[in-house]
Nanobody, 111 residues
Framework: VQLQASGGGFVQPGGSLRLACAAS????????IGWFRRAPGKEREGVSCISTSDGTDYYADSVKGRFTISRDSAKNTVYLQMNSLKPEDTAVYYC?????WGQGTQVTVSS
């Protein structure tokens, strides 16, 4: 049973990345899934989450309007589409659901 976060990388300001949180050993459909990030020298921050039932989503003010969370049940994966990236979005991004945490994927936004 594990969550696997992927899709991070290096991008210039204004660019886009799509993170993926893939589950194995359990169905993500039964869990609210959240994305979190930890920037160097800062505390972990909740970025976005999506509910189990009606797909209600939540976004931190710092990413609202730029990030979109979605769920693909067929692929047992939750995505975080990140657009208009800013240097302050640089962090290690983690996904979590229930008691499970992914290993993190690095996002670096720099010119």
């Amino acid at each position: 049973v594990q969550l696997q976060a992927s899709g991070g990388g290096f991008v210039q300001p204004g660019g886009s990345l799509r993170l993926a949180c893939a589950a194995s050993g359990f169905s993500l459909d039964y869990y609210a899934i959240g994305w979190f990030r930890r920037a160097p020298g800062k505390e972990r921050e909740g970025v976005s989450c999506i509910s189990t039932s009606d797909g209600t989503d939540y976004y931190a003010d710092s990413v609202k309007g730029r990030f979109t969370i979605s769920r693909d049940s067929a692929k047992n994966t939750v995505y975080l589409q990140m657009n208009s990236l800013k240097p302050e979005d640089t962090a290690v991004y983690y996904c979590a659901g229930g008691t499970y945490w992914g290993q993190g994927t690095q996002v670096t936004v720099s010119s």
